[in-house]
Nanobody
Framework: QVQLVESGGGLVQAGGSLRLSCAAS???????????LGWFRQAPGKEREFVTA??????GTYYADSVKGRFTISRAQNTVYLQMNSLKPEDTAVYYC?????????????????????WGQGTQVTVSS
């Protein structure tokens, strides 16, 4: 199993910044079980939506249009970070990190939540206006 633990959520005013972390561990954790890691979010009453994804070995990222230029995904050792700047009230959601063994071939592919094998428990981000 792969365990993913998110942290860093909280309450911030519009225009502010937060950095989320996703720490990966587990007996079956490897570069084969976790080729890509993504961030998704779910706001109350809405479907879960893709935010961004990164190739674990480096050299590839995808972003949703809604966060491009404001959010940055990065990785250091076994932790993936989501730097969120210029936050808007519409960014309010529970943010989840997820890992997949399958390679990602396109943005459309990266956005497909069904293809992610492991999920964290989520961390709440609230942006006040």
């Amino acid at each position: 199993q792969v365990q993913l633990v998110e942290s860093g959520g909280g309450l911030v005013q519009a225009g502010g910044s937060l950095r989320l972390s996703c720490a990966a561990s587990g007996r079956t954790f490897s570069t084969y079980t976790m080729r890509w890691l993504g961030w998704f979010r779910q706001a109350p009453g809405k479907e879960r939506e893709f935010v961004t994804a990164i190739r674990w070995s480096g050299g590839g990222t995808y972003y949703a249009d809604s966060v491009k230029g404001r959010f940055t995904i990065s990785r250091a050792q076994n932790t993936v970070y989501l730097q969120m700047n210029s936050l808007k009230p519409e960014d309010t959601a529970v943010y989840y990190c997820a890992a997949r063994a399958a390679l990602v071939g396109s943005l459309y592919d990266a956005m497909n939540a069904v293809k992610y094998d492991y999920w964290g428990q989520g961390t709440q981000v609230t942006v006040s206006s």
